[in-house]
Nanobody, 121 residues
Framework: QVQLVESGGGLVQPGGSLRLSCAASGSILSINDMYWYRQAPGKQRELAASITSGGSPNYADSVKGRFTISRDNAKNTVFLQMNSLKPEDTAVYYC???????????????WGQGTQVTVSS
């Protein structure tokens, strides 16, 4: 089994910052790409940022220049530093990891439970 646990969400004023973390544990050989998705009320889930196993990041246009994705491979953790937050960034944020499993040597996607980010004055 593999579990992803997120932390770091909360309420912040416009222009503020938050840092999200997502740590994986369990039967892991290695982790390939890592992702942060978000889902605003009444909208579809969208990809905010991703990072390859080699550390190359990609961003949605809506967050480029404000969000930074990073990873700590030794701790099986992905981070999302969010700066200059706007009300439209309000959403539930989910991490996803592509995990190479130790138990059966297969590759599967795993999701975190989601963490609420609210940007409001």
């Amino acid at each position: 089994q593999v579990q992803l646990v997120e932390s770091g969400g909360g309420l912040v004023q416009p222009g503020g910052s938050l840092r999200l973390s997502c740590a994986a544990s369990g039967s892991i050989l290695s982790i390939n790409d890592m992702y942060w998705y978000r889902q605003a009320p009444g909208k579809q889930r969208e990809l905010a940022a991703s990072i390859t196993s080699g550390g190359s990041p990609n961003y949605a246009d809506s967050v480029k220049g404000r969000f930074t994705i990073s990873r700590d491979n030794a701790k099986n953790t992905v981070f999302l530093q969010m700066n200059s937050l706007k009300p439209e960034d309000t959403a539930v944020y989910y991490c996803k990891m592509v995990v190479y499993r130790r138990t059966d040597y297969t590759i599967r996607d795993y999701w975190g439970q989601g963490t609420q980010v609210t940007v409001s004055s």
